[in-house]
């Protein structure tokens, strides 16, 4: 497999956004698409997230950018699907004991995101059942968090993305 690049990863973030600003989102698509594809080798190669302590928001983000592309196509299932592929890969991603903490704590504040996506989703388009999925996924992510002994809500410095604050008030960047 070949290495993350930074570099390839926002200029196919750029060329994407360019064309969904122009409405192509086919062409748009296909390049969140390789955006996402060189986010998933940060998901699959845990030795990266020392380096990448942001893997889980690059790859929320290309996600999320899917997800727009899919709403200008009007491709509900889509959508859906790229909602649901961030949020169960940044769980298992949050879940591996190989991540460093930093890592950890944005991948949790990661999910509050696409849990919001997802909630959101579930409104807009599950009809009269969208209450019942919505609670139950919160549920499920309330669960989830505790596990994690709610790291999501740990405060930031709001100096920088990411940053950490620790009981002892030290914040590590």
Known sequence: MAAFSLDLWQTLSAQGQHFLRQGDTRQAEIFYKLALSEAQKLIDDLSLSAE?????RLYMTACHNLVNTSKGQGDVDAEHYYLQLAHAQLQQFADNDALTELTRVTSLKM???TLVGLLEFHQQHQGQHWQVLSDALVDEHVAYM?????KNLAPSCEQCEGCQHHPNNVTVH
């Open 52 to 56: 990448y302590e942001h893997s889980a």
């Open 146 to 150: 505790a596990k994690h002994q709610d």
């Open 111 to 113: 999910l509050d995101v």
